[in-house]
């Protein structure tokens, strides 16, 4: 995705642009104490942990983001709000006006992350039954930018997300006309091989493209797929989401709305 950045916390202005007008207003001050941490800094804090993987209680004082307990809360409140979704609907858009959004195809695919905890949403690990584990579901458009994700156990086959992903796919405007949400078609590996999906695809205009179970490989779908499996590896260059260290669900999901948002907004910065 282009250069790394020595600090890539740091919100600049053009980000912080796009979320400050999403984020909910503080309610009053009950009671005299510290003067609040402002939100563009303890994004800033959220942002730390989110590319370092560090635990909340160790966040550095010294780099002015409030403390851990604070951020959290901050990126608890913000992802109860919605925010993530409604940032992420902005590239989106943004890519959509430029014409750089392929509804073509999307393509899905599944991640397993182990689960320092056990907790909603993780179950055993396919892999090693004695520990707990979750997956990352994943849905690009035809190049790989992100459209959809969601977070489930370990154990849950990856064929039950598909409709739950293609549901959570925002009807995304930026162009004269109806907002689009349906792309033609759909691909997926084996996992994903079962009639009753294809039937359910096709029930919504949608051209299943699905590798069969018991067929040779090399099915030519790779060339195509490769996408999905890079925005994954995306999503796993950020340190706090190669594993899932928090026990509640909400907050593991909102690293990873977040991450969406910020890979979805350097594909708009590549426009430039």
Excluded at 31 to 52: M, S, W
Excluded at 167 to 193: F, S
């Amino acid at each position: 995705m282009g250069k790394r950045e020595s600090r890539p916390w740091i919100v600049s202005d053009e980000l912080w642009s796009l979320v400050e007008p999403l984020l909910p207003q503080p309610g009053p001050k009950l009671v005299e104490g510290r003067p609040r941490i402002p939100d563009r800094q303890a994004l800033c804090g959220i942002l730390f942990v989110l590319h370092t993987g560090i635990q909340w209680e160790y966040l550095p004082q010294e780099l002015g983001f409030g403390s851990g307990m604070t951020c959290w809360r901050r990126l608890a409140a913000w992802n109860e709000a919605g925010v993530w979704d409604e940032l992420h609907l902005v590239p989106l858009k943004k890519l959509r006006a430029a014409k750089k959004l392929d509804w073509s195809r999307v393509v899905i695919d599944s991640s397993h992350v182990r689960a320092a905890r056990r907790g909603p949403k993780s179950g055993p690990s396919p892999v090693d039954r004695a520990r707990p584990g979750s997956k990352h579901h994943v849905l690009t458009d035809g190049q790989g930018i992100p459209l959809a994700v969601s977070l489930t156990g370990g154990n849950r086959n990856d064929v039950t997300q598909l409709l739950p992903l293609l549901d959570k796919v925002p009807a995304v405007a930026g162009v004269v006309g109806r907002p689009r949400h349906r792309p033609d078609a759909l691909l997926a590996d084996r996992g994903y091989d079962h009639d009753k999906y294809r039937r359910l695809l096709w029930a919504r205009g949608i051209r299943p493209v699905i590798a069969e179970r018991g067929q040779p490989h090399g099915s030519g779908l790779g060339i195509f797929r490769y996408v999905v499996e890079r925005t994954i590896a995306w999503l796993h260059g950020f340190r706090r989401l190669r594993i899932r260290w928090e026990r509640r669900d909400d907050i593991h999901e909102a690293f990873l709305g977040l991450a969406t948002c910020l890979i979805t907004h350097r594909h708009v910065q590549r426009l430039w």
